[in-house]
């Protein structure tokens, strides 16, 4: 009962501690506008967004994710160090809090180690370019609505070019040659077999990450995210991106299904969450990086450079989730009342509370889709590399393909995107029946395993009878093949 009250004392203090940032962040956008000029809050943004909420997130997912690994395996997780010096706190572990600063003092103050057969320039070039790129994605991204604050105009996004997604997808390329830089540049033979792998990785699921996406932007007949999320410059003006509904309820609440990304393009969510999730390079997409093969394409880095390479890893993590949620849940949204929320006097007077309310929804999206990761991370084992490729080249890539000439001429049918909604709720659909049945046991299976045939007890092809020596000069296990 105790550790049940832990997680909830925990998660209410997660959403409250976002809340917080995020009116925050609304209040101090609202005085660079009113003291500095017009447009200083997406400045204001670049902090809050970039170096507080993505920053201080994914430094929380170091601890985070041995936490989570250690619950699915059953282990008791980190929870050694402690912080001895500060009177009363000398015999608790803070959560594992304190591996957090362990960790950033191991880094800066370990060896930096260079080999000497290196390119030094390169070699240090390659975390830099491995982070900077996935540390500017989130600029495109909007962390909550566009609202009225005390007579000003407040953004929630650092920036928004017409090119939108385009940047996303240019900037996310870049950190290819960070890895492949890595790997040549320090003159090993086992980095650079891993840059190899992970440059050609990164450049095939691409092309599946760039399809994948035609299919929603095609619905909206846009490629800047403000626009597909559906904050146009008022964020209590409705009807626009997925903000609008597919089928709604007539009368003061709104209820219905809206036109998120899920329902009208969930192939194309599938396929980029797929691509996205192997450009990260994490399991079990982490054939670059194969402990038990290669080591990784960052074998010779040390301290902070090493560094570098591992916390943009989980900045990645959260950058993936916070454009999920943008492109496929509606961005800052809510699934149903949203419109009698905005029309309710109280937000329309004060703002930046409705902006907080929203931004605080942003966030828990990306919170959840971020668990996604980690559940998905401990949970499957490290592809084969073949088997990588083949999922890239002979599975995302054609179903990409189909994704955009039925979304292409669904919408051009019905410009509604009804249609797009029916078809996509029948994917949906579909792939819940496929993952249903495929847990189930067939009936031979359990008939096998009450000892009727040739089961576990008798003398025919089981785990004690004759298969477990038909060949005895095979050298692979048997039922290897």
Known sequence: MSRILNMLFAMAFIVFAVAGGVASAYLVGYLAEEYLFEGASRLTNIIFLILVFVMITATLLTLAERKWSAFMQDRVGPNRARLSAIPGLGNRSLGGIPHIITDVLKMLTKEDFVPGQANRFLFNLGPILAFAPVFALFAVVPAGPTVNVFGKTVDMVVATPDFGMLYLLAIASLAVYGTSLAGWSSNNKFALLGGV?????????????????????????????????????????????????????????????????????????????????????????????????????????????????????????????????????????????????????????????????????????????????????????????????????????????????????????????????????????????????????????????????????????????????????????????
């Not at 949970?379 to 979304?407: C, E, H, M």
């Open 197 to 481: 792998r992970a440059s050609a990785q990164m450049i095939s699921y691409e092309v599946a990450l760039g399809l994948s996406l035609v299919g929603l932007f095609l619905a909206f007949s846009s490629v800047q995210l403000p626009v597909l999320v559906g904050d146009v410059g008022n964020a209590l003006v409705s009807g626009t991106g997925q903000a609008k509904y597919l089928w709604r309820t007539d009368g003061g609440f709104d209820l219905g299904l809206p036109a998120w990304g899920i329902f009208i393009q969930p192939l194309g969510f599938i396929a980029f969450f797929v691509a996205s999730f192997a450009e990260t390079k994490r399991a079990p997409f982490d054939a670059p990086e194969g402990e038990s093969e290669i080591i990784g394409y960052f074998v010779e880095y040390s301290g902070m450079k090493f560094g570098m390479f591992m916390i943009s890893e989980f900045v990645e993590v959260v950058v993936l989730a916070g454009v999920t949620t943008s492109l496929f849940f509606g961005g800052h949204h809510l699934p149903f009342g949203g419109e009698w929320l905005a029309a309710q006097p109280f937000f329309q007077e004060h703002g930046w509370v409705y902006g907080t309310l929203l931004g605080t929804v942003f966030w828990i999206k990306v919170i959840l889709l971020i668990w996604v990761q980690l559940v998905i991370r401990w949970t499957f084992p490290r592809f084969r590399y073949d088997q990588i490729q083949n999922l890239g080249w002979k599975i995302l890539l054609p179903a990409g393909l189909a994704n955009v000439f039925i979304s292409g001429a669904l919408v051009l049918w019905d410009p509604s995107l009804r249609a797009l909604g029916v078809v996509g709720l029948l994917e949906i659909g579909f792939v819940v029946a496929l993952t249903m049945t495929a847990g189930t046991k067939p009936a031979h299976a359990h008939d096998a395993a009450h000892g009727h045939g040739h089961d576990a007890h008798g003398h025919g092809h089981d785990a004690h009878g004759l298969s477990a020596h038909a060949d005895p000069h095979s050298h692979s296990p048997a039922g290897a093949h």
